[in-house]
């Protein structure tokens, strides 16, 4: 099998699994809290156990000033995953899922606050149109509280994703999987304190295996090995493989899907994403996840968009 051919299917299979990801918590039924913390805990024994046996933690990279970064990052990355999984309990997966991926807007206008950088009438143009896609997404009345309240809970999930993006990318010289080794163990004394260790069913403990080992540990594995075999191009065009498979799962499994004026919007929020993405990736902007021309140490977001 060729490089990029391996590489298109093994981010391919790790988007699938990510758009599996709203069952296993929903699935779980542990609140929110609770979902991210064992997310967290049996992640980080994933994520420990691969990086030892590649021996990944040998000239690991990471200086006091790296590993604080990291941890930043990995506070945004933590409470990003709360915020997604009440979308999840408020609306659906599916709506939740679509909003979520407004998260290329916001980390163009963190770069424009922060870093001064220019927002072209071109950028301008795809942020128009994916809030009017938002807006025909949303479908919110106002005396709609649960649909208001999981739209304001994606929309957090989704800033503070770009706000992890926006921290993590200058984490250089690392192995991503080191940095999101890191994340995951900052969140477990972070939401220590909200977790009820009875609160879990006995039914329940598989599910939260599963998005520890599954959706942190092998999904995270495959994603950074695809990183280092695809053209940037690619990799933003297969990401949308996520909320594609995650729609139809909220379907199939709980029969939701979103309406005939609903769906006009996705595919104006999915194309003008694309568009920024690929323009954000180019070599005159932010460092894009490793591919084929970058070095095995170069960092990337420890979540990047699989949730």
Same mark, same amino acid.
């Not at 391996?6 to 918590?25: C, N, Y």
């Not at 591919?291 to 979540?303: F, I, L, M, N, V």
């Given at each position: 099998?060729?490089?990029? *051919? ?5 981010? +391919? ?15 779980? $039924? ?38 604080? *970064? ?20 408020? #609306?659906?997966?599916?709506?939740? +899922? ?68 926006? &921290? *993590? ?30 609160? &879990?069913?006995?039914?329940?403990? $598989? ?8 959706? *942190? ?14 053209? +940037? ?43 920024? +993405? ?12 490793? #591919? ?16």
């Amino acid at each position: 099998m060729r490089n990029e *051919t391996r590489g298109t299917v093994e981010l +391919t299979l790790a988007m699938a699994l990510s758009g599996t990801l709203g069952v296993f918590v929903v699935e779980s $039924g542990a609140s929110p809290f609770e979902v991210v913390f064992f997310r967290c805990l049996f992640g980080a024994l994933a994520l420990g156990a691969y990086s030892l046996v590649r021996g990944f933690f040998r000239g690991h990279g990471f200086t006091a000033k790296k590993l604080g *970064t990291a941890a930043l990052g990995g506070v945004f990355i933590v409470f990003n995953w709360v915020f997604l999984f009440e979308a999840y309990a408020a #609306t659906s997966i599916s709506f939740a +899922t679509v909003v979520y991926h407004t998260q290329p807007f916001f980390l163009v206008v963190l770069g424009a606050v922060f870093l001064r950088e220019r927002i072209s009438a071109g950028k301008l143009g795809w942020l128009a149109l994916a809030f009017a896609g938002l807006v025909l997404v949303s479908g919110v009345r106002p005396g709609d509280t649960a649909s208001l309240a999981g739209l304001g809970f994606a929309l957090a999930a989704a800033v503070l994703y770009a706000l992890a993006t926006f &921290v *993590t990318k200058r984490v250089t010289g690392v192995r991503p999987h080191l940095i999101a080794l890191v994340q995951v163990l900052v969140g477990m004394p972070l939401l220590l304190p909200f977790v009820r260790f009875g609160g &879990v069913s006995g039914g329940g403990w $598989g599910w939260l295996v599963g998005l520890g080992f599954i959706h *942190t540990g092998l999904m995270y594995v495959l994603m950074y090995a695809a990183y280092a075999k695809l053209p +940037t191009a690619k990799i933003a065009v297969l990401a949308f493989t996520y909320p594609a498979v995650a729609m139809g799962v909220d379907w199939a499994v709980y029969g939701h899907h979103i309406g005939l004026v609903q769906a006009l919007g996705v595919p104006l929020i999915v194309l003008a994403s694309l568009k920024v +993405t690929l323009a954000a990736r180019t070599p005159a902007a932010a460092p894009a996840p490793r #591919t084929a021309a970058r070095g095995p140490e170069d960092a990337c977001p420890a979540a990047t968009r699989a949730g």
